[in-house]
């Protein structure tokens, strides 16, 4: 049988897609490996958001090479769509697909092996102009599952490549969504997890108000679907009618997961951010008063351009006012061929790593604050197939996106449990246990 092994670096976006690549391949008689064994196919679903992450990407597929010198290395994704040139230069790489027919990507490699494809698949960005409807049709996992609902971004952050690397925004259409989604949920899913590439703009090139709402509306109605989770979506996306839909469905989770970038407005001016910090305050405002202790997540970039001490502390002030649930800490590395990378006023590596540290400190405390809230109540909580690595015990998600930890048996696992938190673990972890 013939093998063929994957390597997915990035995003959760990334991570669907090789879910949905995989399924090609098994179904085309092809025996999946783990990539560090012998395979006949190596595939690397490369990431670009950072020159780090293109620097991986090379260096996985020359690995690959070096593994197996008679296999075929592919080349996916965001990296090559928005560097053909370097990928196709890199030795011992044998194909080459962007962001677009990854559908076919089994149809490529035959190609390529019996000598009939040059190896290049590649479109440019502006003829990205359908959703590419690759769909995962067995999760592996069967607790969670990831459903992508859009692609693309308009938006052009200054920092940012994706634009560049996803193409225009092109949405999926709902009643393809519902069937992937009833699809999975007969095969046990019980969390769907929304996600795209600017997941809020999802419906924005049918020109469609709250085609978002809209699908939410469709999806809550699957009987056996007992949690629906939004990945992540810009403040400014929060509409009255989603927020609304929040409040009034069980079946959502109240965690909304809101970028944030920076809290100093003169920083968000040169990101090209579409708001501002008055903005961003009013919206978490409305989402706690209109939800009843959401969880609010976020990311933050330091080390931008320009981000003198004193913009760092008007930031970190925002970001203590605002307390969130959760920080994603990121320092800020040029990606070449975004206006960011050309800026001036580069902040040095040290003063990045002691931003990061301060905030990844704080984010400790925001965490276990956030926690500590909830210590003696009962939430819906899906226990994971895998128990923690640490201690053994189960471990599951929260509604509202708390880590929990749970001595109990196995018959619980991969169901909607009512969970009473206990005490704290640690800032990550809760101590619950299953109320019968």
Not at 47 to 71: F, G, I, M, P
Not at 263 to 279: A, F, N, V
Request: hydrophobic share 40%; proline share 4%.
């Amino acid at each position: 049988m013939k093998t063929v092994a994957f390597h997915t670096l990035g995003c959760k976006v990334n991570h669907y897609e090789s879910e949905a690549m995989i399924d090609l391949f098994a179904k085309a008689g092809y025996q999946v490996v783990d990539f560090a064994a012998q395979a006949d196919i190596y595939v690397v679903n490369t990431c670009t958001v950072t020159n780090e992450a293109a620097r991986k990407s090379r260096q996985l597929t020359r690995r690959a090479k070096r593994r197996n010198q008679e296999a075929m290395v592919v080349m996916v994704g965001c990296y090559p769509q928005v560097s053909p040139g370097e990928a196709g230069e890199i030795e011992g790489v044998d194909l080459v697909v962007g962001s677009a027919n990854r559908h076919k990507i089994v149809d490529y490699v035959e190609g390529v092996r019996s000598g009939l494809d040059p190896g290049f698949a590649l479109l440019h960005r502006d003829e990205l102009v359908d959703f590419e409807d690759l769909k995962v049709e067995e999760w592996r996992e069967t607790t969670r599952a990831y459903v992508k609902i859009e692609e693309g971004c308009n938006q052009f952050c200054s920092y940012c490549i994706i634009p560049y690397a996803r193409g225009p925004v092109r949405s999926r259409k709902p009643e393809l969504v519902v069937a992937e989604v009833e699809k999975l949920v007969a095969q046990g899913v019980r969390e769907i997890v929304l996600t795209g590439t600017h997941l809020g703009a999802y419906g924005s090139d049918w020109r469609c108000a709250d085609s978002l709402v809209k699908l939410l509306q469709a999806l809550v109605k699957i009987d056996r679907l007992s949690q629906i989770r939004l990945s992540s979506i810009e403040v400014l996306e929060i509409s009255d009618a989603l927020l609304e839909l929040l409040a009034g469905e069980d079946k959502l989770c109240p965690h909304l997961h809101l970028p944030l970038q920076s809290g100093c407005d003169q920083i968000l001016e040169q990101m090209k951010r579409p708001y501002r910090t008055e903005q961003f305050r009013e919206i978490v405002n409305k989402v706690r008063q209109r939800l009843t202790d959401p969880a609010i997540t976020t990311d933050v970039i330091v080390g931008f351009p320009g981000e003198t001490e004193q913009y760092f502390r008007e930031s970190f002030n925002f970001i203590k006012e605002m307390a969130f649930s959760r920080l994603h800490v990121f320092p800020f590395s040029p990606r070449a061929g975004t206006p960011a990378a050309r800026m001036g006023e580069q902040v040095s590596p040290a003063t990045k790593k002691a931003y990061s540290r301060e905030l990844l400190d704080f984010n400790k405390k925001l965490m276990l604050n956030y926690q500590r809230r909830f210590i003696g109540q009962v939430r819906p909580v899906i226990i994971e197939e895998k128990r923690d690595a640490e201690t053994g015990l189960l471990v599951g998600i929260s509604d509202n996106y708390l880590r929990v930890l749970i001595d109990d048996q196995e018959q619980y696992q991969g169901k909607l449990n009512r969970v009473q938190l206990i005490k704290s673990y640690n800032y990550e972890n809760a101590l619950g246990k299953i109320v019968r």
